[in-house]
């Protein structure tokens, strides 16, 4: 009979970095003053705190630290992204592509499931800005 060793319980050990911390905060100042120290959401009005700057394509699907790879975001538009997948981002700065899923953003403000009805799809477009008040 083999014997395994039991996993110890606690955190597990993180990925480290390519950057150091150093070299990390450079980038991330680089980026805040590339991006004028505001939200790169052209649809965000928010003035909320700026967050770290997000990555583009997560570290964790291969995403590099490195300013091409990320984007000023404030705290709002970083939850959205992020917490309720109501916000995407693709593409390589400076060409971003910003988009936001409507039945997403449907389902989060009502905490139901939304019809996909072309019709509703379309009388919730022209209403995006009365039914999503931040």
Known sequence: MEVYPIPKPGKKKKKKR?????????????????????????????????????????RSQGGKDRPDNLITLCVHCHCK???????KVSGVYPELKFETDIVSICE??????VSTDPEIDKIIHNNIDDLYED
């Open 18 to 58: 390519g950057v150091s911390p150093e070299r990390l905060k450079s980038i991330y100042a680089e980026v805040y003053m590339r991006d004028d120290n505001r939200c790169q959401n052209p649809y965000c009005s928010n003035g909320w705190p700026l967050d770290l700057p997000h990555h583009i394509l997560y």
């Open 81 to 87: 992204i992020h917490h309720t997948a109501t916000l």
């Open 108 to 113: 989060a403000i009502l905490g139901s499931q």
